[in-house]
């Protein structure tokens, strides 16, 4: 059985920094890319930040240079360090592993930056 379970969220004031967590289990972790994704309250989905088996990162243009996005494959954990928060950071943020033909999402951490 296939599980995401993230951790670090929190609430945090403008300026601060959190550091969210996502433990993988139930796959190969060193197999799969992983990611982290945000959602606003009424808007969609969008990437932050891609780390693949290799350790090949990508981020929105919105957060690179504030965040982090790591992996150790023997905690089977991906990280994201998120520094210089902004309000409009504020949204949960969800994890993903995938790969070709594989796509999983982990139930997602609420970060709330107060302004």
């Known amino acids: 059985q296939v599980q995401l379970v993230e951790s670090g969220g929190g609430l945090v004031q403008a300026g601060g920094s959190l550091r969210l967590s996502c433990v993988a289990s139930?796959?190969?972790?060193?197999?799969?890319?992983m990611g982290w994704y945000r959602q606003a309250p009424g808007k969609q989905r969008d990437l932050v930040a891609t780390?693949?088996?290799?350790?090949?990162?990508n981020y929105a243009d919105s957060v690179k240079g504030r965040f982090t996005i790591s992996r150790d494959n023997a905690k089977n954990t991906v990280y994201l360090q998120m520094n210089s928060l902004k309000a409009e950071d504020t949204a949960v943020y969800y994890c993903?592993?995938?790969?070709?033909?594989?796509?999983?999402w982990g139930q997602g951490t609420q970060v709330t930056v107060s302004s």
């Open positions: 993903k592993a995938f790969s070709a033909g594989f796509n999983f």
């Open positions: 139930g796959i190969i972790f060193d197999t799969k890319a």
């Open positions: 780390i693949s088996s290799g350790g090949s990162t």
